[in-house]
C-alpha cells in the first residue's frame, strides 16, 4: 500500500526557514515524481513545487521561486522541501503527493497524498 508521511511542519517567524519531508513506505519512489502542494484556509490547493521522477527537473510556483528548493533522496525514499525567507502568506497545510510519470500542475493528476502538515508563519 502506497503511503506518504510528510514532516517538519510547525510555526516560523517571518523570514525565517522550515525544511518538510515527506517519506515513502510501501513503495520506491524512484519512478515516481513528487508535488509539494499547499491549502490555505477558504483556498484552493495549489502546487507549490515539484520534482520529476528521473530527478531531473524541478518545478516552482512564481510565488515560492527563488525562496523554496526541492529535493529528493532516493536511498532514504524522501524528498525534502527547504523553505526559506518565509512569509505569512505561506501559511498553509503543506501535502505531498506522487505520480507515475512526469510532473503535472492538477490536483487531480496525482495519485497519492500524505496526510499534510500545518506550516505557520507568524510574529
Known amino acids: 500500500q502506497l503511503q506518504l508521511v510528510e514532516s517538519g511542519g510547525g510555526l516560523v517567524q517571518p523570514g525565517g526557514s522550515l525544511t518538510v519531508s515527506c517519506a515513502a513506505s510501501?513503495?520506491?519512489?524512484?519512478?515516481?515524481?513528487i508535488g509539494w502542494f499547499r491549502q490555505a484556509p477558504g483556498k484552493e490547493r495549489e502546487r507549490v513545487s515539484c520534482i520529476s521522477n528521473r530527478g531531473g527537473s524541478t518545478y516552482y510556483a512564481d510565488s515560492v521561486k527563488g525562496r523554496f528548493t526541492i529535493s529528493r533522496d532516493n536511498a532514504k525514499n524522501t524528498v525534502f522541501l527547504q523553505m526559506n525567507s518565509l512569509k505569512p502568506e505561506d501559511t498553509a497545510v503543506y501535502y505531498c503527493a506522487a505520480r507515475l510519470g512526469v510532473c503535472q500542475t492538477q490536483v487531480a493528476r496525482y495519485d497519492s497524498w500524505g496526510q499534510g502538515t500545518q506550516v505557520t508563519v507568524s510574529s
Open positions: 510501501g513503495f520506491t519512489l524512484d519512478g515516481y515524481s
